[in-house]
């Protein structure tokens, strides 16, 4: 190892609070020095396919030039305006009329912030904001699901569902967050029942915590399409139908967070629509600039829109809103990466490559003795290892089975991620090719087969 590599991995050490890691007992961090289209390099001159597009989203790659030119244009024009009283400017408009045209259901209007969290946050503010406005002030509980993933300000670490995003935070904040089942069919479904069935269950227990918490009292459900960290967890057959008629029956907003699904990523613009979500709200993020440059959206029905109006009006104006809020270097560089995908239509291409993925993956990855599921939609897969096929019982956590397969795919120069129940997951750049995905499935075949040979799994 070189003493460059040490002293960098020494000074990250010692300077960062590195997120989701543990200070005290810190592997040496990979210090990435350049990308390439799918490939980041470390400082010591080795490759890998980074098969999670950094945190699922540099969509179009390392090395999209085009973005840095839109950055650097809007950089030199106008490199910072705002929103506030009474301004506006040409990128954050063009980009708002442009989520409203591509939205899944029809939007009113768009607010802009910085990260997925940001977005979150101000969705369960506008929330509560329109249920004062329309005369139901205590209708404020947001519900959210064991495992979701919603952010980490205090009201969204709040509504995610993870217990490392909880424990010894003091979150949940206080009686407004519920949580109710993760839809895990693989894991939850009941010997000889049907996803269907399951899913009435997943309803009726939906349907049972509002009445014991008083349907006056619940204010919104915030749903990823497929869950991410949370070990990338496709809701059964007819769950979202059936979770949202329950959600309707009580006048509880759906709120879609599509900061991973948006984008392309599970073969249609928006997970919604590929899941059969009709939001009220959509947040999204990540993939909005390709992860080029912090950016999120939170979309609004014209019907909260309208409410939220009414009290802004009656208070004044609307006390909400970050310095970079519509920013205009990010807005711009999400203005040209919608363009690429327009381009070289993504969609058609996450479709093509996403089902020879899925198919690589299932000959040769879903055989494996140590694999149980493969699950997962366009270019978002995953598997989960699991100590016995038929009885879907995983390793005890203690076994450390998902981090050491992390381990091993990076030493064969593949970046993936570890999530609850060893799920395997992977959300590589969208512009990656069939024989990338080749490439990505021989690295998974041989860190399994390395795998076998732990003591992981091993006695
Ligand atoms: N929602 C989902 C579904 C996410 O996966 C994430 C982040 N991975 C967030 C929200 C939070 O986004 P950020 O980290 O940008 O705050």
């Not at 799920?423 to 995905?437: F, G, Q, Y």
């Not at 075949?445 to 040979?453: H, P, R, S, Y």
Request: hydrophobic share 40%; proline share 5%.
């Amino acid at each position: 190892m070189s003493s460059t590599l040490n002293s960098l991995a020494s000074r990250a050490k010692a300077a960062v609070l590195h997120p989701y890691s543990d200070p005290l007992t810190e592997v040496e961090p990979l210090i990435m020095e350049r990308g390439e289209g799918i490939r980041v390099w470390d400082s010591e001159g080795r490759s890998y396919i980074d098969a999670m597009a950094g945190l699922w989203c540099a969509s179009l790659g390392f090395s999209e030039g085009r973005l840095a030119k839109a950055a650097y244009d809007q950089m030199v024009s106008l490199p910072y305006y705002h929103g506030f009283t009474g301004k506006s400017h040409v990128p954050m408009i063009e980009l708002a009329e442009r989520l409203l045209a591509m939205a899944p259901v029809p939007m009113g209007k768009v607010f802009f912030a910085n990260s997925g969290s940001e977005a979150n946050d101000t969705a369960i503010k506008l929330i509560w904001y329109y249920n004062n406005a329309r005369g139901k002030p205590g209708k404020k509980k947001i519900i959210g699901r064991h495992r979701g993933y919603h952010g980490i300000t205090l009201a969204t670490t709040s509504v995610t569902g993870q217990v490392i995003n909880h424990t010894s935070f003091d979150v949940p904040l206080n009686d407004r967050y519920l949580h109710v089942q993760t839809p895990d069919f693989y894991h939850a479904g009941l010997p000889g029942e049907s996803e269907e069935d399951y899913a009435t269950r997943c309803a009726q227990e939906l349907e049972n915590a509002i009445l014991t918490a008083g349907p006056d009292t619940v204010a919104a459900m915030f749903m990823e399409p497929i869950l991410g960290g949370g070990g990338l967890i496709v809701p059964p057959r007819t769950y979202y139908e059936k979770m949202q008629a329950v959600l309707r029956k009580y006048d509880v907003l759906v709120v879609a967070d599509e900061v991973i699904c948006g984008f392309g990523r599970t073969g249609n613009h928006w997970g919604s629509t590929t899941m059969g979500i009709q939001p009220d709200l959509l947040t999204c993020a990540k993939a909005l600039t390709s992860g080029y440059l912090p950016l999120s959206a939170l979309m609004i029905s014209q019907e909260v829109v309208d409410g939220i109006a009414s009290e802004a009006h009656r208070i004044g104006v609307l006390g909400h809103g970050f310095t970079y809020s519509g920013h205009p270097v990010p807005a711009a560089v999400a203005l040209e990466t919608l363009r690429i995908y327009d381009e070289i239509d993504i969609i058609s291409h996450v479709r093509t490559v996403g089902s020879h993925l899925f198919e690589q993956l299932n000959a040769r990855v879903g055989s494996h003795p140590l694999v149980g599921q493969v699950r997962g939609a366009g270019l978002l897969a995953g598997f989960e290892i699991v100590a016995d096929k038929d009885s879907h019982k995983n390793f005890e956590p203690s076994r450390k089975v998902g981090p050491t397969m992390v381990g091993l795919c990076q030493k064969h120069g593949l970046i993936i991620r570890a999530c609850p129940n060893d799920a395997i997951v992977m959300s590589p750049p969208l512009v990656i090719t069939e024989s990338e995905v080749d490439q990505v499935v021989d690295k998974f075949v041989a860190a399994l087969n390395d795998l076998e040979a732990t003591t992981a799994v091993k006695g």
